[in-house]
Antibody, heavy 116, light 107 residues
Framework: QVQLQQWGAGLLKPSETLSVNCVVN????????WSWVRQPPGKGLEWIGE???????NYNPSLKSRVTISVDTSKNQFSLKLSSVTAADTAVYYC??????????WGQGTLVTVSS | DIQMTQSPSSLSASVGDRVTITCRAS??????LNWYQQKPGKAPNLLIY???SLQSGVPSRFSGSGSGTDFTLTISSLQPEDFATYYC?????????FGQGTKLEIK
């Protein structure tokens, strides 16, 4: 059974770049899209974007100018970078397997707080 | 973007009750609709995909129906572990979008 394990810096200052990584254990990056979803404290879920093993990406237009999602097939992992963060980017960031079908496996979540 | 609207936003019910949550899409999404359960401090968990298919390992008291713009999630007999927040999500197009959530609380 595939398991997603994620990690990243938990505290950032405004204008810095958020970086979170997700390694896929027990499965291959092939045949699926891999997504990032975030959840501000006490609020709902927002899809950030997705990537496949070939590096094809789709981004949420609301974040597209600041988001980069990349994949490293040699490490079986994919990554999220969000530039120029503000307090509004404070959230739990989740990686998930899926995109155009269903999100059927999720990472444990990484809380990223943006504060000066 | 396709807007997903859930109702109600919150719901109080008792163990053993039958509960229905609805989700409406701002345009037709065929059957590209998924349902998730989320408990505090945990990642969402997929319950139903493609509107009515039960994800492996999910109890059969959960069911989904609908197509086009209107969908429902039904829990046939609430169990203590079902008190959580539920989200619908469309996978018809990008950006993938979620409903605002329905918080199911114990009466």
């Amino acid at each position: 059974q595939v398991q997603l394990q994620q990690w990243g810096a938990g505290l950032l200052k405004p204008s810095e770049t958020l970086s979170v990584n997700c390694v896929v254990n027990g499965g291959s990056l092939s045949y699926y899209y891999w997504s990032w979803v975030r959840q501000p404290p006490g609020k709902g879920l927002e899809w950030i974007g997705e990537i496949n093993h070939s590096g094809d990406t789709n981004y949420n237009p609301s974040l597209k100018s600041r988001v980069t999602i990349s994949v490293d097939t040699s490490k079986n992992q994919f990554s999220l970078k969000l530039s120029s963060v503000t307090a509004a980017d404070t959230a739990v960031y989740y990686c998930a397997r899926g995109g155009g079908y269903k999100f059927d496996s999720w990472g444990q979540g990484t809380l990223v707080t943006v504060s000066s | 973007d396709i807007q997903m609207t859930q109702s109600p936003s919150s719901l109080s019910a008792s163990v053993g009750d039958r509960v229905t949550i609805t989700c409406r899409a701002s345009q037709s999404i065929s059957r590209y609709l998924n349902w998730y359960q989320q408990k505090p401090g945990k990642a969402p968990n997929l319950l139903i995909y493609a509107a009515s298919s039960l994800q492996s390992g999910v109890p059969s008291r959960f069911s989904g129906s609908g197509s086009g713009t209107d969908f429902t999630l039904t829990i046939s007999s609430l169990q203590p572990e079902d008190f959580a927040t539920y989200y619908c999500q469309q996978s018809y197009s990008t950006p993938r979008t979620f409903g605002q959530g329905t918080k199911l609380e114990i009466k």
